[in-house]
């Protein structure tokens, strides 16, 4: 699913609300997830899960082309743990 997609729903799932005010309210919550992860702060959302950074110490990589060895500097990647009741949802068998 996209972001454009994710407002379309949600505007339409809540029609007492403009589809610029969703769009703002998603750019939101979005935006101060990053900024937070940027601190190096955890994001938590009960039952669906945790947004944290893990960090990729720097290591010998190769050029794929050349096969040259290269230097990889170290950085930091986001990770995210689905939490307890998404994973249960995830392992349901599907309804018919």
Excluded: C, Y
């Amino acid at each position: 699913m996209t972001r454009s997609e994710l407002v379309a729903r949600l505007a339409l799932k809540n029609p007492h609300l403009f589809q610029r005010d969703v769009e703002r309210i998603v750019s939101t919550v979005f935006d101060k997830i990053s900024k937070t992860l940027t601190t190096g702060d955890r994001v938590e959302l009960r039952g669906f899960g945790a947004f944290s950074i893990k960090e990729r110490k720097s290591r010998t990589g190769r050029n794929p082309r050349t096969g040259q060895s290269v230097l990889v500097e170290k950085k930091f990647v986001p990770f995210f743990k689905a939490g307890k009741e998404l994973r249960i949802q995830l392992n349901k068998p599907p309804k018919k």
